[in-house]
């Protein structure tokens, strides 16, 4: 069975840094897409960022610069660090599978919330 | 950047109804176009992917259709699990985007 479990959100000062991490089991991150998508509370979905099995990586404009994606192999487990963090940053942060080939996103996580507040 | 428009925002309905959600581009994405369905404090859920291919598990009563620029999703008999908000998402270049989506309520 697929699952996927987000970790790491909280609260978190304006200019401060945080990690999100999401372990995967079920399957093989390295063999997949994996996708970051965010959605600020009472709005709707963003998508923020994705890597590629091959290990390429691609970002929201509002985001590039400021977050990484990465994933640990021997963990199965995937990562978001966000930098420079910002009030608009505040969203739940879903962990996601692509379908083969970035065809949409098959498998979520139950999503972890980042609150960017003084 | 491609800008996508997604109508209506919120759609009054009633079980049995037929209902359509539309999903327009700034540039064509040929069929590069998955919808979702979300429920309340739940993560999304995949309906379709490449605009008209249901997703495994995915009632019929759910189909999709278009290409290039305007897309749209059909729920051909709602059903009371239906009520939910609705996003339509292309993924044919980056940055990768989301409509604004549709709440489909109780009439």
């Known amino acids: 069975e697929v699952q996927l479990v987000e970790s790491g959100g909280g609260l978190v000062q304006p200019g401060g840094s945080l990690r999100l991490s999401c372990a995967a089991s079920g399957f093989t991150v390295s063999s997949n897409y994996m996708s970051w998508v965010r959605q600020a509370p009472g709005k709707g979905l963003e998508w923020v960022s994705v890597i590629y099995s091959g290990g390429s990586t691609y970002y929201a404009d509002s985001v590039k610069g400021r977050f990484t994606i990465s994933r640990d192999n021997s963990k199965n487990t995937l990562y978001l660090q966000m930098n420079s963090l910002r009030a608009e940053d505040t969203a739940v942060y879903y962990c996601?599978?692509?379908?083969?080939?970035?065809?949409?996103?098959?498998?979520w996580g139950q999503g972890t919330l980042v609150t960017v507040s003084s | 950047v491609i800008w996508m428009t997604q109508s209506p925002s919120l759609l009054s309905a009633s079980t049995g109804d037929r209902v359509t959600i539309s999903c327009r581009m700034s540039?064509?994405?040929?069929?590069?176009l998955a919808w979702y369905q979300q429920k309340p404090g739940k993560a999304p859920e995949l309906l379709i992917y490449?605009?008209?291919t249901l997703q495994s598990g995915v009632p019929s009563r759910f189909s999709g259709s278009g290409s290039g620029t305007d897309f749209t999703l059909t729920i051909s008999c709602l059903q009371s699990e239906d009520f939910a908000t609705y996003y339509c998402?292309?993924?044919?270049?980056?940055?990768?985007?989301f409509g604004q989506g549709t709440k489909v309520e109780i009439k």
């Open positions: 996601a599978r692509e379908r083969e080939g970035g065809q949409g996103i098959d498998y």
């Open positions: 490449a605009a008209s």
């Open positions: 998402q292309q993924y044919y270049s980056f940055p990768w985007t």
């Open positions: 540039q064509g994405i040929s069929s590069y």
